[in-house]
């Protein structure tokens, strides 16, 4: 098949406002340089104390925590558009200010409020793409925004390294700019995709958490997702036992976004022939099987073919769960869902280094082991919940008018 052949399928039924949100996704995540050069900000030109670091790092993390929630709630409320816009234009405002106080107490309190709207924007965009795709395109549109999002991170690393050399400033600049550029691009070409809602039955979050589906992919989220945040917890821990250096351990972990890259293309030839929830099963399992075997591994190339395993999992788990909440939410609910569910990746954030480390200390094996299972147990979870997810994808089709 050609490349044009290729491209004409996989771009064939995507509407003009998605290409520009995906743009816009794209130049976002291309400015993502402040979230993983903040600690080194903080030790660097602000001076702070480890210990003082860690509590604004866990204030961050704290407002980060609450946002998809409240990006959820937005997104249903006041529209998909205008919560794009809300987030995008805070953040900015945020990442400037967080650059310009000095007093540890405004820094931390700053931090908070910035990781409060850092992801606002998420349950909007997942929701806008559902609403904007047509329901036989939307595997082929996320799985697109994902291959989006990582070319951007990619680039990212790279343009954060150059600019925390030169100034930590410009890494607050950068990252404000680009989001300046989404909410432009927003406001010009993405138009307001919100389904009308009987102001009778507005919906509310009551209503998604008494859903046991949504519960459910929740629930195997935040088990998967604790299992894949081994890769910044304990799998440094476990290449330094191993006896292999720093920069060893950023040549295994580049193997993640290189393999992204380079599988989306497969991945969208292929994803609309694949089953949502058995693939989003066997995609968690991947993840605690990927990271299993890091209890074998003891050299660069052994690491890396457990980071090729955990990632392959990652792609599935990450492209294929948006199309899911897509699939079992209600048009008016979707803002939600997708608040819920991105939840899971911010108890993980929590969750990962407590129960990492502790595992860690009590010895490896006993650590990978528990991923296996952590992954085993995510995946079971989804296709005990398989039959209710047809029932439910069935009762939100709608019926071909004869």
Same mark, same amino acid.
């Given at each position: 098949?050609?490349?044009?052949?290729?491209?004409?399928?996989?771009?064939?039924?995507?509407?003009?406002?998605?290409?520009?949100?995906?743009?816009? /996704?794209? *130049?976002?995540?291309?400015?993502?340089?402040?979230?993983?050069?903040?600690?080194?900000?903080?030790?660097?030109?602000?001076?702070?104390?480890?210990?003082?670091?860690?509590?604004?790092?866990?204030?961050?993390? /704290?407002?980060?925590?609450?946002?998809?929630?409240?990006?959820?709630?937005? =997104?249903?409320?006041?529209?998909?558009?205008?919560?794009?816009?809300?987030?995008?234009?805070?953040?900015?405002?945020?990442?400037?200010?967080? /650059?310009?106080?000095?007093?540890?107490?405004?820094?931390?309190?700053? /931090?908070?409020?910035?990781?409060?709207?850092?992801?606002?924007?998420?349950?909007?965009?997942?929701?806008?793409? =559902?609403?904007?795709?047509?329901?036989?395109?939307?595997?082929?549109?996320?799985?697109?925004?994902?291959?989006?999002?990582? %070319?951007?991170?990619?680039? =990212?690393?790279?343009?954060?390294?150059? %600019?925390?050399?030169?100034?930590?400033?410009?890494?607050?600049?950068?990252?404000?700019?680009?989001?300046?550029?989404?909410?432009?691009?927003?406001?010009?070409?993405?138009?307001?995709?919100?389904?009308?809602?009987?102001?009778?039955?507005?919906?509310?979050?009551?209503?998604?958490?008494?859903?046991?589906?949504?519960?459910?992919?929740?629930?195997?989220?935040?088990?998967?997702?604790?299992?894949?945040?081994?890769?910044?917890?304990?799998?440094?821990?476990?290449?330094?036992?191993?006896?292999?250096?720093?920069?060893?351990?950023?040549?295994?972990?580049?193997?993640?976004?290189?393999?992204?890259?380079?599988?989306?293309?497969?991945?969208?030839?292929?994803?609309?022939?694949?089953? *949502?929830?058995?693939?989003?099963?066997?995609?968690?399992?991947?993840?605690?099987?990927?990271?299993?075997?890091?209890?074998?591994?003891?050299?660069?190339?052994?690491?890396? *073919?457990?980071?090729?395993?955990?990632?392959?999992?990652?792609?599935?788990?990450?492209?294929?769960?948006?199309?899911?909440?897509?699939? *079992?939410?209600?048009?008016?609910?979707?803002?939600?869902?997708?608040?819920?569910?991105?939840?899971?990746?911010?108890?993980?954030?929590?969750?990962?280094?407590?129960?990492?480390?502790?595992?860690?200390?009590?010895?490896?094996?006993?650590?990978?082991?528990?991923?296996?299972?952590?992954?085993?147990?995510?995946?079971?979870?989804?296709?005990?919940?398989?039959?209710?997810?047809?029932?439910?994808?069935?009762?939100?089709?709608?019926?071909?008018?004869?």
């Amino acid at each position: 098949m050609s490349i044009r052949t290729w491209w004409s399928r996989t771009s064939a039924d995507l509407p003009n406002s998605f290409w520009y949100l995906m743009a816009g /996704a794209f *130049v976002n995540r291309v400015g993502y340089v402040v979230e993983p050069f903040l600690a080194l900000y903080l030790s660097g030109p602000e001076d702070l104390e480890p210990t003082t670091i860690g509590v604004v790092l866990t204030c961050f993390g /704290a407002g980060a925590f609450a946002s998809q929630v409240l990006g959820g709630y937005l =997104a249903d409320r006041i529209g998909r558009r205008a919560t794009m816009l809300i987030g995008m234009l805070g953040t900015a405002a945020c990442f400037m200010l967080l /650059a310009s106080v000095r007093h540890v107490v405004l820094i931390a309190l700053v /931090a908070a409020l910035t990781g409060l709207l850092v992801d606002v924007y998420r349950p909007a965009v997942s929701a806008a793409v =559902a609403d904007l795709v047509p329901a036989h395109a939307r595997p082929r549109a996320f799985a697109l925004m994902y291959w989006a999002i990582n %070319l951007g991170v990619a680039l =990212a690393g790279v343009l954060g390294g150059i %600019l925390a050399e030169r100034s930590y400033w410009l890494l607050f600049a950068a990252d404000a700019f680009t989001c300046i550029a989404f909410a432009l691009i927003i406001a010009r070409a993405v138009p307001e995709t919100r389904p009308g809602v009987s102001s009778a039955k507005p919906g509310s979050y009551a209503d998604v958490l008494r859903d046991t589906i949504a519960l459910g992919l929740f629930t195997s989220t935040l088990l998967a997702t604790v299992v894949y945040a081994q890769q910044f917890v304990t799998l440094p821990l476990a290449v330094r036992e191993a006896g292999l250096s720093a920069s060893a351990y950023g040549l295994i972990y580049a193997v993640n976004p290189v393999t992204v890259i380079l599988a989306q293309p497969l991945v969208m030839r292929v994803i609309g022939r694949l089953s *949502v929830v058995p693939t989003m099963a066997v995609s968690s399992l991947l993840i605690g099987a990927g990271f299993a075997l890091t209890g074998f591994a003891a050299s660069i190339p052994a690491f890396a *073919v457990t980071v090729v395993v955990w990632t392959i999992g990652e792609i599935g788990v990450n492209t294929l769960g948006p199309l899911l909440v897509a699939e *079992v939410a209600a048009p008016h609910l979707r803002g939600r869902y997708n608040g819920l569910v991105g939840t899971a990746h911010g108890g993980a954030a929590l969750l990962a280094p407590l129960a990492g480390t502790w595992l860690f200390g009590m010895g490896q094996y006993a650590l990978w082991l528990a991923c296996l299972l952590t992954g085993v147990l995510s995946g079971a979870l989804l296709l005990a919940m398989s039959p209710a997810v047809a029932r439910r994808r069935a009762a939100l089709t709608p019926v071909p008018t004869p």
